[in-house]
Every structure is written in structure tokens, then in C-alpha cells.
């Protein structure tokens, strides 16, 4: 499998925020990448529901200001602030819990834009055992999806669960778990705690589980 790991993981920022949500205590998992592509471009990926299976997941719904959306298998919401093509903020309805998603595109020129995609989580036992890379190692396999599919849109998009058993993908989200714990010790987060947050999600998403959990 041709995945440059280094690459993709080098692309991205990431950072961890403390917050209050709906008076209650929060996370923000926030993730920024560039793409060689200009910003209409970008935001049509992001946005339409023919291209968004190219790269992400199968998508029902109303996709416009107000309208509801779900990702099969995934989950839904409603799309609450729309300014194309610019920002982009949704509820993120996953199993009973709402979380919130917004997205930033910046133009840096002719053909490149930023993408910037912030998580926010209110904090529950969930975030304590697995921390910011339960979301943000999710989001980081989406983005490296979006920018295969804007390299070669008629490229079909990586069978998800070949990959998750891949040696590429297995290193792949080790070391994103491992940065996203790093994000949380910049965030404050005791260091023990956030490595072991970090061995757990890997162990998730990988299916190797240490002894130690």
C-alpha cells in the first residue's frame, strides 16, 4: 500500500483546548492542514454529498443551512451555521451524545487553502480513558482521505478496514495517538495520564490491546 505515513502525519497541527460547553466542562481537539487545491475546490469536497463518499463516508440527508445529515454507520446532526465557502458548523450525534464540529477554510494563495477542524467534547469518562486521540486520530484519517481524493478525485478511496490492518496503517495511528497525548501535555494534562490515554486509543483503533488495559 502506497501511503507515505511521515508525510501525513507531518501535516497536520494539532492542539487541545480547555473550554466550557453549555456550562459544562470541555475539550477542543482542533486539527489544521493545507491543500494543494483552491478554496472553492476544497469547500466542494467538504460539502457535497457525491464527493464526500470519495473521501469520507456514505451521507444522507438535507445538506444545506438547517437541514439534518447522516453518515452511515456514523454519526448525524444538524448543520447550523453555513457560510460558503468559508465555515461550516454541525452538531456531531454519535450514540446519544452531541458533540460540535466546526470547519475553517483560508485561502493562501491561488491553489492552496487551510483547512482548520475543531471537536468539541464535553468531558465524561469516555475523554478520561482515551483523551483526544479518540476523536482526533478519527479526524486525521478523514483529512488524510481528503487529500488523497483531491490529488486524483477519480482515485476510489482506500478500503477503511484493509488499511486499520495494514503495517501502514497500524503505525499510522500508533503515532497519531501518540501525538495527540503530546497535544495533551501541552494542553496540561498529566504526562502519565495522557500516555496512557494514548496507549489505549492506539490499542482501539489497532486491535492491540496491551496487557496493561
Not at 489544521?32 to 487545491?37: E, F, H, L, P, V
Not at 450514540?95 to 491553489?111: C, K, T, Y
Not at 501518540?178 to 501535555?185: F, R, Y
Given at each position: 500500500?502506497?501511503?507515505?505515513?511521515?508525510?501525513?502525519?507531518?501535516?497536520?497541527?494539532r492542539?487541545?483546548?480547555?473550554?466550557?460547553?453549555?456550562?459544562?466542562p470541555?475539550?477542543?481537539?482542533?486539527?489544521?492542514?493545507?491543500?494543494?487545491?483552491?478554496?472553492?475546490?476544497?469547500?466542494?469536497a467538504?460539502?457535497?454529498a457525491e464527493?464526500?463518499?470519495?473521501?469520507?463516508?456514505p451521507?444522507?440527508?438535507?445538506?444545506?443551512?438547517?437541514g439534518?445529515y447522516q453518515?452511515?454507520?456514523?454519526?448525524g446532526?444538524?448543520?447550523?451555521?453555513?457560510e460558503?465557502p468559508?465555515?461550516?458548523s454541525?452538531?456531531?450525534?454519535?450514540?446519544?451524545?452531541?458533540?460540535?464540529?466546526?470547519?475553517?477554510?483560508?485561502?493562501?494563495?491561488?491553489?492552496?487553502?487551510?483547512?482548520?477542524?475543531?471537536h468539541t467534547?464535553?468531558?465524561?469518562p469516555?475523554?478520561?480513558q482515551?483523551?483526544?486521540?479518540a476523536?482526533?486520530?478519527?479526524?486525521e484519517?478523514?483529512?488524510?482521505?481528503?487529500?488523497?481524493h483531491?490529488?486524483?478525485?477519480?482515485?476510489?478511496?482506500?478500503d477503511?478496514e484493509?488499511?486499520?490492518?495494514?503495517?501502514e496503517?497500524?503505525?499510522?495511528?500508533q503515532h497519531?495517538?501518540?501525538?495527540?497525548?503530546e497535544?495533551?501535555?501541552?494542553?496540561?494534562?498529566?504526562?502519565?495520564q495522557?500516555?496512557?490515554?494514548?496507549?489505549?486509543t492506539?490499542?482501539?483503533?489497532?486491535g492491540?490491546?496491551?496487557q496493561?488495559?
Amino acid at each position: 500500500m502506497n501511503f507515505d505515513i511521515e508525510h501525513h502525519l507531518g501535516c497536520v497541527e494539532r492542539s487541545v483546548a480547555d473550554l466550557q460547553k453549555e456550562g459544562k466542562p470541555a475539550r477542543a481537539v482542533t486539527l489544521s492542514r493545507s491543500y494543494d487545491t483552491d478554496i472553492d475546490d476544497l469547500w466542494d469536497a467538504l460539502t457535497t454529498a457525491e464527493r464526500i463518499p470519495r473521501w469520507f463516508l456514505p451521507i444522507e440527508g438535507d445538506l444545506r443551512l438547517g437541514g439534518r445529515y447522516q453518515f452511515k454507520g456514523n454519526a448525524g446532526g444538524e448543520i447550523s451555521e453555513c457560510e460558503p465557502p468559508k465555515y461550516l458548523s454541525v452538531t456531531w450525534i454519535w450514540q446519544g451524545n452531541v458533540s460540535w464540529v466546526h470547519v475553517q477554510l483560508a485561502a493562501q494563495g491561488d491553489n492552496r487553502t487551510r483547512l482548520t477542524l475543531t471537536h468539541t467534547a464535553i468531558v465524561d469518562p469516555f475523554w478520561d480513558q482515551y483523551g483526544p486521540g479518540a476523536t482526533g486520530i478519527g479526524w486525521e484519517l478523514g483529512l488524510a482521505g481528503l487529500a488523497l481524493h483531491l490529488i486524483d478525485p477519480k482515485t476510489p478511496k482506500i478500503d477503511e478496514e484493509v488499511f486499520a490492518q495494514s503495517p501502514e496503517g497500524k503505525a499510522f495511528m500508533q503515532h497519531s495517538a501518540s501525538a495527540w497525548g503530546e497535544a495533551d501535555i501541552a494542553r496540561g494534562e498529566d504526562p502519565a495520564q495522557a500516555e496512557a490515554a494514548s496507549k489505549r486509543t492506539a490499542g482501539f483503533y489497532t486491535g492491540e490491546t496491551s496487557q496493561q488495559d
